[in-house]
């Protein structure tokens, strides 16, 4: 079969380089959206493919140990040219892609959805397939839809932070500069902030819609894989405006906001945020409020940030355990602050993991096994505090468990008006 070009090919292949994916041979953050693919559509095989100026290259794959095919051969060669779902039936697999390796081995149904850029390239596709004749029903094309528009915002994502990982030194220090005789101060950090939560927001709807599609369905047994990817999400937009905060906070550039903060918005945001974690590590989470102010005056959104990180930090690290927060009010330096003492029956730390974890990031040797990311959301978290003239200070046995405590300033709104 003759290869067909798209109209827009050149331009296509450009922006295809312009995302870096084609350098890496497999991509493991597409396993889990491959995965539902194959499972949403009940077919043995599901992949991920890019497709470029002579072959097709698979990323991700269930169920098959396919790498590349050549272009000519490839069904998703022919996906890329239309814009929604190509279904092809055996007599169709037979006549056009006889070549194909999954062909030749009797496979009878594939069906594909392209991966289309917010620019309006095709790079790729999502595909399913199976070694009989078969039918998608309405909410199975619906899901390789948005799985495909997934895969789209997550190209997104990796351009961005492929963009920002090459940028000069010299221009991402101008932006952090004191210098007035620099123009560019943090609406480069704002712009860099906003490039990567577009993608990320579009990827967590995205996820969610994806998650209540599997409960109707009723193959309820793949919400956690939609969920996970959503509570992945959430956790890289909180790591992205920790380094952009922290960046702020060593060049004297990030504002503090005052406003009343209410306790009980402020833990029912809490739980939502850090609750799927304790459900998935079987935790049990408790608030204990033992103060007659709950309402106090500090900037809300760096308070949650800094009781994010630091119940987030207990509930990575407990399993089968609890998480319990205690609210009260201490005198310090004859001064009031509200107290949250943040405990956990978890794995705990060592000396050597205690001295080491305000540092950011945490070195690599003295990390946390799987969660490098604890010491910079901590360290921030304590920079923070302290920003809003509070504190963190923390104790910590192996094996036993940690107890946190966040000190932030009390005060109300009589006082506020007093000073």
Same mark, same amino acid.
């Given at each position: 079969?003759?290869?067909?070009?798209?109209?827009?090919?050149?331009?296509?292949?450009?922006?295809?380089?312009?995302? $870096?994916?084609?350098?890496?041979?497999?991509?493991?953050?597409?396993?889990?959206?491959?995965?539902?693919?194959?499972?949403?559509?009940?077919?043995?095989?599901?992949?991920?493919?890019?497709?470029?100026?002579?072959?097709?290259?698979?990323?991700?794959?269930?169920?098959?140990?396919?790498?590349?095919?050549?272009?000519?051969?490839?069904?998703?060669?022919?996906?890329?040219?239309?814009?929604? =779902?190509?279904?092809?039936?055996?007599?169709?697999?037979?006549?056009?892609?006889?070549?194909?390796?999954?062909?030749?081995?009797?496979?009878?149904?594939?069906?594909?959805?392209?991966?289309?850029? %917010?620019? $309006?390239?095709?790079?790729?596709?999502?595909?399913?397939?199976?070694?009989?004749?078969?039918?998608?029903?309405?909410?199975?094309?619906?899901?390789?839809? =948005?799985?495909?528009?997934?895969?789209?915002?997550?190209?997104?994502?990796?351009?961005?932070?492929?963009?920002?990982?090459?940028?000069?030194?010299?221009?991402?220090?101008?932006?952090?500069?004191?210098?007035?005789?620099?123009?560019?101060?943090?609406?480069?950090?704002?712009?860099?902030?906003?490039?990567?939560?577009?993608?990320? %927001?579009?990827?967590?709807?995205?996820?969610? /819609?994806?998650?209540?599609?599997?409960?109707?369905?009723?193959?309820?047994?793949?919400?956690?894989?939609? %969920?996970?990817?959503?509570?992945?999400?959430?956790? /890289?937009?909180?790591?992205?405006?920790?380094?952009?905060?922290?960046?702020?906070?060593?060049?004297?550039?990030?504002?503090?906001?005052?406003?009343?903060?209410?306790?009980?918005?402020?833990?029912?945001?809490?739980?939502?945020?850090?609750?799927?974690?304790?459900?998935?590590?079987?935790?049990?989470?408790?608030?204990?409020?033992?103060?007659?102010?709950?309402?106090?005056?500090?900037?809300?959104?760096?308070?949650?940030?800094?009781?994010?990180?630091?119940?987030?930090?207990?509930?990575?690290?407990?399993?089968?355990?609890?998480?319990?927060?205690?609210?009260?009010?201490?005198?310090?330096?004859?001064?009031?602050?509200?107290?949250?003492?943040?405990?956990?029956?978890?794995?705990?730390?060592? /000396?050597?993991?205690?001295?080491? /974890?305000?540092?950011?990031? =945490?070195?690599?040797?003295?990390?946390?096994?799987?969660?490098?990311?604890?010491?910079?959301?901590?360290?921030?978290?304590?920079?923070?505090?302290?920003?809003?003239?509070?504190?963190?200070?923390?104790?910590?046995?192996?094996?036993? $468990?940690?107890?946190?405590?966040?000190?932030?300033?009390?005060?109300?709104?009589?006082?506020?008006?007093?000073?």
């Amino acid at each position: 079969m003759r290869t067909q070009y798209p109209i827009n090919e050149a331009q296509r292949l450009a922006a295809l380089q312009s995302y $870096g994916l084609l350098a890496r041979p497999y991509i493991h953050e597409f396993d889990e959206l491959v995965r539902l693919a194959a499972l949403f559509c009940a077919t043995p095989i599901a992949i991920i493919s890019l497709i470029d100026h002579k072959y097709q290259y698979v990323k991700a794959a269930f169920g098959s140990q396919l790498k590349t095919i050549p272009r000519k051969y490839s069904c998703c060669a022919q996906t890329i040219l239309e814009r929604d =779902l190509v279904v092809y039936d055996q007599a169709s697999l037979a006549r056009k892609f006889g070549h194909h390796p999954l062909v030749q081995q009797g496979f009878q149904f594939y069906a594909g959805m392209p991966i289309i850029t %917010q620019q $309006g390239f095709a790079l790729g596709c999502i595909a399913v397939i199976d070694h009989q004749e078969r039918q998608l029903s309405a909410q199975q094309r619906e899901s390789l839809q =948005l799985i495909a528009r997934q895969l789209s915002h997550q190209f997104e994502l990796f351009r961005q932070v492929q963009q920002l990982t090459t940028l000069p030194h010299d221009v991402f220090q101008s932006s952090l500069t004191n210098d007035p005789q620099v123009p560019s101060k943090t609406p480069l950090l704002a712009k860099m902030s906003q490039q990567l939560h577009k993608p990320i %927001q579009a990827i967590m709807t995205d996820s969610q /819609l994806l998650a209540e599609q599997l409960l109707e369905a009723g193959v309820g047994e793949l919400e956690p894989t939609a %969920q996970h990817i959503q509570e992945t999400s959430t956790q /890289l937009l909180a790591l992205i405006d920790d380094m952009i905060d922290l960046a702020k906070i060593e060049h004297g550039q990030l504002a503090v906001h005052t406003e009343e903060v209410c306790l009980g918005p402020l833990i029912d945001q809490l739980n939502v945020i850090v609750g799927p974690l304790m459900v998935r590590n079987h935790n049990s989470f408790h608030v204990q409020i033992a103060t007659r102010h709950c309402v106090f005056w500090s900037d809300n959104r760096l308070v949650r940030q800094i009781l994010v990180n630091v119940v987030g930090n207990a509930a990575k690290f407990t399993h089968d355990g609890s998480v319990r927060i205690e609210v009260t009010e201490e005198i310090r330096n004859e001064q009031p602050f509200l107290v949250f003492h943040v405990l956990d029956t978890g794995i705990g730390m060592t /000396l050597e993991q205690q001295a080491l /974890l305000f540092q950011e990031p =945490l070195p690599a040797s003295k990390s946390f096994s799987n969660h490098p990311s604890t010491g910079l959301s901590l360290a921030i978290s304590k920079r923070l505090a302290l920003l809003l003239g509070g504190d963190i200070t923390f104790s910590s046995n192996p094996g036993i $468990g940690s107890h946190f405590t966040v000190y932030l300033p009390l005060k109300v709104s009589a006082e506020l008006h007093q000073a």
